[in-house]
């Protein structure tokens, strides 16, 4: 149960160096590839001559080839050529919309007419030279549900990342949850504590005191189909809170886009966007290495969750104030999985 | 096709030490751990905020808390507490009754109103001094009851266990076989043969000579609603064989529990009580080595069995002579099968 | 879908060498060894007694016996013996009529009485001292019929082995495929090229210059029910190319038997025969692992290409003429389905 008419993350450029990639996404196995002008194309992994994977060929001259009997296919679906056949009747395969902005290859899975370049949130962060990203990917095995509910209740910090950045006063601060249109925005602050070992590091390389009390906040975004963002960060206690000076402040945006694979299975790309020293690329390997082991622990409670609600498919769970962020991006889901069921019966 | 109304072998106590054990037992997944006072607690391992196994979770103050969101449960299976919830309205999780008792945790996972604690059965040698215990656990995935089939009858052991406790004599001395209520009891006696290796080694460690003749008996005792226990061992011949005076014999006995999780696998709890030499730790820890390599050494056999069972559904298994320890065996669980049938249909 | 009343390629005899071998074949569990008289036998692996697989036991007296309880099973699918029992009631299993030839055991697993040893296909570099073979055996996870056409299409070699035996001119030579009864053979020539780096070799080991053009040659013969066997080589330019005196020339067969083991599996013997240097041992080995290395290329392209299409059951397969070779083996294969349905039908 995923949107197909939307954006996702499918890979990042790296991936399809002089190679194409093959990816299930949203049930849809795709081949990515630079094709015509170093453009992305997005393909059906599966040759029209004989169904090999076309990702375990390779690109000749910016066009796709098979691997297996040579057939050059366009980016559009159409086989271009064949050594010594005529390829005018072969039947096309889907091609899929893709878009290549902010640093990652987004496609969309759904309908062809309905992708519209213009409904890709725009990431300011990833346009400006004062920010620096770093991140990566895991492959999960659990429906992407589970992963933006983890994101939008962030009270799983205090538990699953204790050595990091969880803390008991995530826990007793009160939580603030509201949807507006598309986007949903759950907010946490928690004024003089001490901070948890993550953010003594960032207060540590911003020259701030990591030993003296901060306030702290996490302002987490849903935004459809299913990307979370999360503004983080510490000020030293007093200055302001989210809305002191830099000067006095380290904060970040976590990143996190969740692209479904199978019902039970999703692609996580993860990394965080910061706006102090982003021209150090030592310091981005430090918090990316970081973050990966604080996401990795996350790994196992999602499956093995997943695992044990297949088992009680009929349970109902709670649905508490902590767990209001998860239950609006849930609602926001719903709407656009009934539009597009709506969508298929007028059509149908 | 189990029993649920009955004590299993759960764990050991050294499973469950500092952080909370998750097994499945007989299709039930459970989370197992010290409660209030150091008494062992078995709950469904979920947590019924959001599913997450509550085996991942800890313990804090003798009480269990969910390693993702922080709930406390409480060993009846009400939430005690959560971070800034109102926790009354919860639903409540199963718990399941627990005894520790012989060095083990033992698990009734039925219901709970018919769980008699005198219904476990007596180990007088887990109580004596006199007798030392060392075992082991194996995971081995075919259906309990090819483990009691193999338990009731030991002529295999000349065909699997050729090189430690298998000898053809086993074959060729005939086998009594009576069922006494619950219980049921296969017998061999063998008189004036040469002790196969594993005994030699017994004898040795008892002072007596290894190279002479001997009389070897076993004695399988199937009790519901999956232990088997084995009276094994040697005597100096014609001192009285099973009757001699211990100073003529070594003798032990074989210990089985058998803990059925899924349909097509099981927890085999296996070890070797014995009376001689019981406060030499090197001998246990030897002993245990020793049968750890021969109960490996079914694990194939039966895993393949079952794969080949699996295959060819309808074919009929041959019932002989020798195979009267398991037959009758399965006859008395699936007395308790019916039985448990029933009252779930007057009840319905 | 494979024909069960044919000759099948079951295992080489260093595979039952002083044990048993337990395989499946055509979706029956087989189990093979010596028998009387060094005679080899198979039957169906699944002990009459308790269902162990007879392939973990164990050959006494050139009898086989389980590994289980003893039972001693006689190659006709009849118990013998069994210690203290009385045998003659016990359900037959089934044997399966066996030839050993040509260094490879072949079984038959359909009806018995159909089971000519005349329609095994006569190979006459296997009896010859002219001609030396070496080979080996992967297991393939895809339906054995993806196997045949890529072995009937040959313009693979320029994609999935461009470092060995692949070049363009294959794409580029026109292809004559033929059905003559049961056999269908397609062929390609190549002349005035210059040999690959496989053939280069080959050259320097028949003291021919190996960067001077060949004429080059590719002659695949399908033989029912899976087998193919291409015929192979280079000749210097000129000299009448597949009709070359040897002296001009270096070729071989490339052996190719394809036994299904399931509809998505099978087992794959892959070997050459080759007539020049038959007493070389060390040019065999050195062969048989670049060969290993070259059809270990196509296995990853045929796993993935079953995989689309159990995922895109629907899809029709493109045939082209390349193609034709598959599919007039496979339409000769159909025959033989079709066949043996009938027969099913009338004595239904």
Request: aromatic share 10%.
């Amino acid at each position: 149960m995923f949107p197909k008419n939307a954006w996702y993350v499918a890979c990042t450029p790296d991936e399809i160096e002089g190679k194409p990639l093959g990816r299930q996404i949203c049930g849809e196995k795709m081949v990515f590839y630079r094709g015509p002008g170093g453009k992305v194309a997005a393909l059906e992994d599966f040759c029209p001559h004989r169904g090999a994977p076309l990702s375990l060929g390779f690109v000749r001259d910016e066009q796709l080839v098979c691997g297996y009997h040579g057939l050059e296919m366009g980016c559009d679906g159409k086989t271009i050529s064949m050594p010594l056949q005529r390829v005018r009747g072969f039947p096309c395969i889907k091609s899929f919309p893709v878009i290549e902005r902010y640093g990652f290859i987004w496609v969309w899975p759904g309908e062809k007419e309905k992708a519209d370049p213009a409904k890709l949130h725009h990431l300011a962060w990833a346009e400006s030279p004062d920010w620096a990203y770093g991140g990566g990917l895991y492959h999960i095995k659990c429906d992407y549900r589970l992963m933006v509910d983890n994101l939008m209740d962030l009270t799983h910090e205090t538990y699953v990342h204790s050595t990091s950045i969880g803390q008991k006063e995530i826990d007793e601060a009160p939580v603030i949850t509201k949807t507006e249109g598309d986007e949903v925005v759950t907010s946490r602050f928690m004024e003089n504590i001490i901070a948890p070992p993550f953010w003594k590091q960032a207060l540590r390389f911003n020259g701030l005191p990591e030993d003296e009390p901060v306030d702290r906040w996490q302002i987490c975004h849903f935004l459809p189909p299913s990307h979370v963002l999360i503004e983080v960060g510490v000020a030293v206690a007093g200055k302001g809170g989210y809305n002191a000076d830099p000067q006095y402040k380290a904060s970040s945006i976590v990143v996190d886009f969740i692209t479904p694979e199978t019902e039970t299975s999703h692609w996580y790309f993860w990394g965080m966007a910061r706006n102090f020293k982003p021209q150090d690329p030592e310091l981005t390997a430090a918090i990316r290495e970081g973050q990966g082991k604080i996401f990795g622990e996350d790994r196992e409670m999602l499956e093995k969750q997943q695992e044990n609600i297949l088992k009680y498919p009929d349970r109902k769970l709670l649905m508490l104030n902590i767990d209001a962020g998860g239950v609006q991006s849930r609602r926001v889901i719903d709407r656009y999985l009934a539009e597009e069921r709506e969508a298929r019966s007028l059509v149908g």
